[in-house]
């Protein structure tokens, strides 16, 4: 069975202070890994889809990176606005799969 | 453009009353799916419909069911609600029948709450 699980659950980070979200995975095999994220209330905005390891991708403050079994979202200077849920998913080869979700990383940014 | 669209964004029903949710989905997307999110979790699939077939179902009950018109907008309807229903519930547009990651894009959800 295709999983996710993100870590940690919730950060709370200084304007400024860069860390990085984390996105372990087990899937038959990997058509993409997905990175959005949510604000409360709202649907999921898309951020990056990943293919392959060693794949990066970047937008901003923040920054994705695939491996064979995770990805991390690193966020840079993050500002007050970044705060929101960010959601990782995975959909794998066989067939025409939906995408799996982890149950979300939520992120805090403080002034 | 227009992006995905919901209606109703928020509404409450009564235990065992039924419900019918909308979506549009962005012009030029052939294919729709709809997601489940209870609070504290990640969205979970219920259905994917591609040119009016379904493609696709996820463990929910047959209290849930869906259809996809000629206009490729489509209808998310369940039946005898429970307490446990309450959640958003997201539909996600892609232009074909694979559900390619890098297309696929979610509306802002329908509000369900059930008491």
């Known amino acids: 069975e295709d999983q996710v699980t993100q870590s940690p659950e919730a950060l709370r980070l200084q304007e400024g202070e860069s860390s990085s979200l984390n996105c372990s995975y087990t899937?038959?095999?990997?058509?993409?890994l997905f990175w959005y994220r949510q604000d409360p209330g709202k649907g999921p905005e898309f951020l990056f889809t990943?293919?392959?390891a060693g794949e990066e991708k970047e937008k901003e403050r923040l920054k994705a990176t695939l491996t064979k079994k995770e990805s991390f979202l690193h966020i840079t200077a993050p500002k007050p606005e970044d705060s929101a849920t960010y959601l990782c998913?995975?959909?794998?080869?066989?067939?025409?799969?939906?995408?799996?979700f982890g149950k979300g990383t939520r992120l805090s940014v403080i002034a | 453009d227009a992006g995905v669209t919901q209606s109703p964004t928020h509404l409450i029903k009564t235990r065992g009353q039924h419900v019918t949710l909308r979506c549009s989905p962005i012009?030029?997307?052939?294919?729709v799916s709809w997601y489940q999110q209870v609070l504290g979790q990640g969205p979970q699939f219920i259905f994917q419909?591609?040119?009016?077939?379904?493609?696709g179902r996820g463990n929910f009950p047959d209290r849930f069911s869906a259809r996809q018109f000629p206009n490729y907008s489509s209808e998310l309807n369940v039946n005898a609600l429970l307490l446990g229903d309450s959640a958003l519930y997201l539909c996600?547009?892609?232009?074909?029948?694979?559900?390619?990651?890098?297309?696929?894009?979610f509306g802002e959800g329908s509000w369900l709450t059930v008491v």
């Open positions: 996600a547009s892609s232009p074909g029948q694979r559900l390619s990651g890098n297309t696929i894009y």
């Open positions: 899937v038959s095999g990997l058509r993409g």
């Open positions: 990943l293919y392959s």
């Open positions: 998913a995975v959909q794998a080869t066989a067939g025409n799969t939906p995408l799996v």
């Open positions: 012009s030029g997307h052939k294919s």
């Open positions: 419909y591609y040119e009016k077939e379904e493609r």
